[in-house]
C-alpha cells in the first residue's frame, strides 16, 4: 500500500471511531487478511475489505463504481470503499448501487445486514491531486488519438502531429511520460501501448475532470416537449455530432438520454436555423469543441468518446450503457 492510501485509509477509520463508540472501528493488520492490497476494518464487529481511492468525483465514479463491482464478486466479505473525499451528491448514488463508503471526514453510508450506519455534514475538503504532462490538455487530446488509432504511437512525430493537429514538442514530452509509466514499451521493433485498458481508465478520469469542463460552448434547450421528443429528427449541420446519452441512443436504444452531447468544429449558433432548439444557459443540450480530426459517420461522435462521455455522467443508469457499448464495441481493450 503507498503511503497515501495507507494514510487516506488511517484517517478515515479514525474519524469514523471517533463518532461511534469507542474501538467500535478499528483497522486491521492489511498484511494478514485475505491478501488484500488495502486494508481490512472492523466496523461494530463487522469485517470490511476496504478499497482505497483519492476524490471520487463525476468524473471518476462510474470507473471506480465498475472496479468496485467487480471487486465485489471475487470477495467474501463486504467491501468498503474508503475515499480523501467523495462528492455528497454521489454518496446516495453510490450506495443505491450496493456500495458501503467512507470519506477522510468520517462522512459514510454502511449498510451490511442488521448494522446501519449513516454520517453526513462532516467538513471534508478535494485533495489537490498532481497531474503530469500526460494527462493535462494536450496530453489527453493526444491520447486518445493513440487509443483511437494505436498504430499511430510508432510512427515518426512529424507524421503524429499532423494526424493529431498536436506540435512536435508536445508530442515528445508526452511519449516519454508515458514511456515512463510503463504505457508505452519501445522496443527493436518501435514503440507500442502496453496496457490500453489502464490507459483508457485513467484518460476517462482525465477526459472528464480536466479537458471537457473547458470545451464547453454552451448550452440550448429544446423549443418544446413535442421537439424533445422528436429530437432524432434533428439534422445536425455538417460539423457537429451526437455524444454522450444522445450518441449513446443512437447506437444502441437501450439508453434514452436525459441529457444531450454535441460536439462542434463550427459555431454553436448553427444550430439555431434547425428551429429545434433555443439559447439556454441551463439547457439539456450542451455543446462542447470538437477536437479530435476526421468527420463521423452518421454524425455519431467516436464510440471511444461517448464511453466516456457516460463514464463520466456520475450516473449508474448510464454505467450500464457505457459497460454495453464496452463489451460491444471497445471488448478490444481487455
Sequence with gaps: MRFAEKDILETAVGKLN???????ATLANLEERE???AGVAQICGVEFVCEVRGNITNANANTVLRQLMAQKQRRRKPLLLV??????????ELSGRGIHILDSAGNCII??????IAVKGQKNVPAKEATGRA????????IFHFLTHPESVNLPYRKISEQANISLGSIKNVIEELTASQLIVKTGHGRFLKNRKKMLERWVTAYNQTLKPQLLLGQMAFRNSEKRDSWTSLALPKGMCWGGESGAHLIDSY?????FDIYSEIPAQMLLPTGFVIPSDDGEI???QKFWRGEQRD???PELLIYADLMGSGSSRCLEMAQKIYEQKLSDFG
Design 35 to 37: 491478501g488484500c492490497t
Design 111 to 116: 449498510r451490511q445486514d442488521k448494522l446501519f
Design 299 to 301: 454524425a455519431i461522435a
Design 83 to 92: 475515499a480523501k473525499y467523495i462528492y455528497p451528491e454521489l454518496m446516495g
Design 255 to 259: 439508453l434514452y438520454p436525459g441529457t
Design 135 to 142: 494527462f493535462r490538455e494536450t496530453g489527453i487530446k493526444l
Design 18 to 24: 471517533e463518532l461511534l463508540k469507542p474501538d467500535e
Design 286 to 288: 450542451k455543446i462542447y
